[in-house]
């Protein structure tokens, strides 16, 4: 069974910064893609970051040059270091990974999502 646990979300004024970290445990054995997704009220779950086993990233263009996205492959981790954040980064984050588990295939996992919100 493998668990993933977020952290790290809040409030913060325009022009800050937060990190957030994800973190899976259990019996996993590597995990592949990693990435963040956010859901605005009334919107539909956005990409916001990908980071895959090598290390390569892809960011949607409106989080470019402000966010970035890393891994701890040793601790099974990935953080999303955002700043210059502004009001419309306000959504719920989630982390994903492609997680193989032990006795099981490459499967999605979802972590349970932390509130971002940014002041004006």
């Known amino acids: 069974q493998v668990q993933v646990v977020e952290s790290g979300g809040g409030l913060v004024q325009a022009g800050g910064s937060l990190r957030l970290s994800c973190a899976a445990s259990?019996?996993?054995?590597?995990?592949?893609?990693m990435g963040w997704f956010r859901q605005a009220p009334g919107k539909l779950r956005e990409l916001v970051a990908t980071?895959?086993?090598?290390?390569?990233?892809n960011y949607a263009e409106s989080v470019k040059g402000r966010f970035t996205i890393s891994r701890d492959n040793a601790k099974n981790t990935v953080h999303l270091q955002m700043n210059s954040l502004k009001p419309e980064d306000t959504a719920v984050y989630y982390c994903?990974?492609?997680?193989?588990?032990?006795?099981?295939?490459?499967?999605?996992?979802w972590g349970q999502g932390t509130q971002v919100t940014v002041s004006s």
């Open positions: 994903n990974l492609e997680v193989r588990a032990l006795g099981r295939p490459y499967t999605d996992y």
């Open positions: 980071i895959t086993s090598g290390g390569s990233t």
């Open positions: 259990g019996s996993i054995l590597s995990i592949n893609n």
